[in-house]
């Protein structure tokens, strides 16, 4: 099956730092999403991203299907982004969701 | 309107008792999930339904036991379950089972067995 990696696993910024999160996935996928896990659990979409680029007031993401890997940026970070961070992939003919091993971020005040 | 509905959110059940866990969605999504996450860890597929039929089944024990009475509704029934499923069950939904679907998450049920 399809193996999804992300970087880095831990990330510690103070608040109004950039950031840059990584999702590597060992073959192609037709789907692929962002979210973040907020510390009660709820998963939010970010992006909804298979290619291309898009961006969302401070949050942009970038997929490069070719290269199998996807960023997710995060600009002038605030104390409410902590929490995890992960993508999620899907490969063609699947109804599957693979997700990745997860980004922890936490900004401080 | 994008929003999936659980109920309920915490859950604590002796390794005896029969529960449910309830999850809804009006969104008109005919694709429905369960997944489990474990502290620390990614959310893990557990089952599909797809057109109201399960497409998916992980290997998940016996103890659990989806039902899917219509589109917007689905359930994950429990029996003798033991300490180490405890975890958060989540539930998600997606327009249709193919590949190229947004997911859209509820908000989980935090389940811990005794």
């Known amino acids: 099956g399809i193996q999804v990696e992300q970087s880095p696993p831990d990330l510690i910024l103070q608040e109004g730092a950039n950031s840059t999160l990584r999702c590597n996935f060992s073959?192609?996928?037709?789907?692929l999403q962002w979210f973040h896990q907020n510390p009660w659990g709820q998963l939010i979409n970010l992006f909804y991203?298979?290619?291309g680029t898009k961006q969302n007031g401070r949050l942009s993401a970038t997929t490069v299907a070719t290269e199998r890997y996807s960023l997710l940026y995060i600009s002038s970070s605030q104390t409410t982004d902590s929490g995890v961070y992960f993508c999620?992939?899907?490969?063609?003919?699947?109804?599957?969701?693979?997700f990745g091993t997860g980004t922890r971020l936490k900004v401080l005040a | 309107d994008t929003e999936v509905t659980q109920t309920p959110k915490h859950l604590v059940m002796g390794m005896t008792n029969k529960k449910s866990l309830k999850c809804e969605q009006h969104?008109?999504?005919?694709?429905m999930y369960w997944y489990k996450q474990k502290a620390k860890k990614p959310p893990e597929l557990m089952f599909v339904?797809?057109?109201?039929?399960?497409?998916i089944n992980e290997s998940v024990p016996s103890r659990f036991s989806p039902e899917c009475p219509n589109s917007s509704l689905l359930n994950l029934h429990l029996h003798a379950l033991q300490p180490e499923d405890s975890a958060l069950y989540l539930c998600?939904?997606?327009?249709?089972?193919?590949?190229?679907?947004?997911?859209?998450f509820g908000p989980g049920t935090r389940l811990t067995v005794l």
């Open positions: 969104m008109g999504h005919r694709a």
């Open positions: 998600a939904s997606s327009l249709r089972g193919d590949a190229y679907n947004e997911q859209f």
């Open positions: 991203i298979p290619s």
């Open positions: 073959d192609s996928v037709n789907n």
């Open positions: 999620a992939v899907r490969g063609s003919g699947t109804y599957k969701y693979i």
């Open positions: 339904y797809s057109y109201e039929k399960l497409s």
